[in-house]
């Protein structure tokens, strides 16, 4: 079995933290490890509920010190999956997670089967939209094999290899494109010449829900109210 490491970036979200982690820990595919960079919550209940899950062996946390001045000289969440893959990730694949949104149970199973096909270095699959009490408003359906996946895919549904990370020198977090550094990332990767390859059937059950809310960076930007400086 190949190694996936999961990397899950957190910021003030109790809310709907213990349903991320959860949602990784029952993951049919067994081979895996859960990175959990959490970034200087405000909240102590952030912290109260990662270290609920200790002690475990296949989870890793990283507690950030960022003060708030500097929070918004990064994209904090690039900059997170950056340390994480320097410096703790010892998979051989890598996906994504952030602390308002959570997995099904047979996402990494069934990316791990589509990613081990020969030629294949990224997957992507469909996406659950959901509203802040979990009902489903809607699908981010898969779009085929992409030459540029630049805005049509959200991190949260990709794998790929650690490799391709290394490759063209991992995520930029230069606070301007905070809200689309993983849109620069698969640009990194399509400039590379690496395709995005779908999981299963556009009618295929989605692997991951994405919670769309006034607080989540996304609405944010889309509304003209996210800033950073």
Not at 73 to 88: G, H, Q, S, W
Not at 99 to 122: C, Q, T, W
Not at 126 to 145: L, P, Y
Request: charged share 25%; hydrophobic share 35%; net charge negative.
């Amino acid at each position: 079995m190949h190694k996936v490491s999961v990397i899950l970036t957190v910021y003030n979200k109790p809310q709907w933290l213990r349903e991320a982690i959860d949602s990784v820990i029952s993951q049919t595919y067994e081979d895996w490890e859960l990175l959990i960079m959490e970034d200087n919550s405000p909240l102590p209940e952030v912290r109260e509920i990662i270290e609920s899950y200790f002690p475990n062996d296949k989870i890793k946390v990283f507690y950030s010190d960022v003060t708030e001045e500097e929070r918004y000289k990064t994209a904090r969440y690039a900059t997170l999956i950056n340390y994480a893959v320097y410096n703790m990730c010892s998979g051989d694949y890598i996906t994504y997670l952030t602390d308002d949104d959570f997995y099904y149970p047979h996402r990494l199973e069934k990316m791990i089967e589509a990613i081990s096909v020969d030629g294949v270095n990224i997957v992507y699959g469909n996406q659950q939209i959901v509203d802040v009490d979990g009902n489903h408003a809607g699908v981010r359906h898969i779009d085929g094999i992409l030459d540029n996946a630049w805005n049509k895919v959200d991190h949260n549904s990709v794998m790929h290899k650690k490799e391709l990370f290394y490759e063209v020198g991992g995520w930029d977090n230069t606070p301007d494109i905070w809200g689309g550094a993983d849109a620069h990332f698969w640009r990194k990767l399509t400039d590379a010449g690496h395709k995005f390859y779908p999981v299963g059937e556009i009618d295929d059950k989605p692997l991951e829900a994405k919670r769309y809310h006034t607080g989540s960076v996304q609405w944010l930007v889309h509304n003209g109210l996210f800033f950073p400086s």
